[in-house]
DNA sequence: CGAGAGGTTGACTTGCGTCAATGAACGTGG
DNA sequence: CCACGTTCATTGACGCAAGTCAACCTCTCG
């Protein structure tokens, strides 16, 4: 429970790192996840009373939170990074699905049927809590009102989905380069605006179901544009006014 | 409530038509929607306490059932038919977002949001029953058990559209098409296997995000390949082997 | 009969995928 | 510390799939 000091953390890469028991009472982000609806007497009640505990991890970039397929018994929420539902073509290509921020759920769809429908894997740093789904199902048993916020959950998801095929599926290679950041320049809450993250070439290839070589270069044009500063590590300065305006314009002459 | 001559039909071609009193412990595809998971006794005690009435209607291709943004107070559940939910681009242009058949339902946003998130129109002739969101909220109270179906209706939701970036957004327009004359051919309870009922070519382009004449291309490049045999009104023969051997086969002489 | 909508086909253009070479960043082992 | 391999990003040359534009056809409906 101690924190690792930096050499053991290399060691535990690729493997879970456990952090800590959840204390949902203390839970920073409480409003956005999957129990907001309880009050709190409720949730100590019922916290109180449930065998299988609700533990939060930290895995680094790359780790698989679990298989498509697979059968783990436990949902999560995404407490902290960004994390990537894949599936894979028939010639193994991933492709990915959908992405999941700070707030979202995953793995829900273990209360229905008995594997999961993706691949999930950390993009970045990722803290989340693992919620066991025998937790999830007494829950829903004692507190029908809990379903309500599943509802919301789902229906969040199906919303992404179909952002998803209009704004990142649909026109030219541009278009979509330039969606994927302002989603993600909107999703990240850094700590100054202005900055986005962006995935590897690969990542955003297969968001957007173009080649690694079209995103590159979308990528060089901008910056030579200025609409894009490269600060190291991923890191871009972008210039909001220019993104949007080249998001509509849909020609633009060199 | 007798049923309309010819010439009465057409002059309701795009109103709706009502086709009577829904007699939900009669329902033929009660298996399949909303209610399953709810005894006959609960279905009947529910019933006969509400004052709003799940009626049936009936509508031709082209009728818009509801609009985006639209703040009727209902869900619907498909009978028959097919409708597509759209979602217009920033020229007006409509996108299909998904395509739903028999025992789909429709516009459960409401139960979360203040309006409709798609504009759903019919695609073929549509029969479905319009259930008041009074009845669902005063289910769901009630029953709460109801909900583990509604998450089985998002849920699948959620899964057509990831097959949908999957199978039709991904690969050649070829491909695309063809996977599309696929799912319409499982979606489909013709009464002969062989046979399926194409969209128009705009409906087809606007679901795969292709230019409707490369879809007209690909369809008369199967016709005179013998894997589609038109034989009017829209509705082919199809010779199924074939199609799965295009499918895989990415490449293919001519 | 004419108008309009939707489908088909051809010629042309182009965006983007493919292939390949090069360079930058990083980790590993000598 | 440097040499090396690996992975990922960048850039150019080339070719093709698919978009664009336009003509023409069929079918329906008024």
Redesign the interface.
């Known amino acids: 429970m101690s924190p690792p000091n930096k050499a053991t953390a290399k060691a535990l890469c690729n493997h879970p790192e456990w952090i800590g028991r959840a204390d949902c009472r203390q839970c920073g982000i409480l409003q956005q996840v999957l129990f907001s609806d309880l009050s709190e007497d409720d949730l100590e009640s019922i916290l109180d009373g449930i065998f299988e505990p609700i533990d939060q991890y930290g895995y680094p970039p790359g780790t698989v939170l679990y298989h498509q397929g697979g059968q783990d018994n436990a949902a999560f929420t995404i407490r902290d990074g960004l994390v990537k539902l894949v ?1 894979y ?2 010639d193994g290509d991933e ?1 990915i ?1 959908r992405l999941l921020k700070r707030g979202d759920s995953m793995g ?2 273990r ?3 008995d594997s999961y ?2 691949t999930a894997i950390a993009v970045r740093n990722v803290k989340v809590c693992r919620i066991p789904l025998t937790v999830m199902q007494r829950l ?1 048993a004692d507190k ?1 009102r809990l ?2 916020t ?3 959950h ?2 969040a ?3 992404q ?2 952002d ?3 704004l990142l ?2 026109g030219t290679v541009r278009n979509r380069v330039i969606n994927l950041i302002r989603w993600l320049a909107k999703v990240e809450a850094t700590e100054e605006k202005g900055k986005v993250e962006l995935l590897s070439g690969k990542e955003m290839a297969s968001m957007l ?1 173009v080649t690694i070589e079209s995103v590159s270069r979308v990528i060089a044009d901008l910056k030579r544009k200025k609409v894009l500063r490269y600060l190291g590590s991923s890191l871009y300065e972008y210039d909001a006014n220019a993104l949007n305006a080249y998001a ?1 314009a849909e020609r633009k002459a060199s």
Do not use: K, Q, V
């Open positions: 599936r073509g028939p492709r699905i829900l769809e209360l229905l049927g429908e993706h829903n029908p379903y309500r599943l509802m919301e789902w229906s998801c199906l919303f989905a179909d998803h095929i209009m599926l649909s179901g509509t």
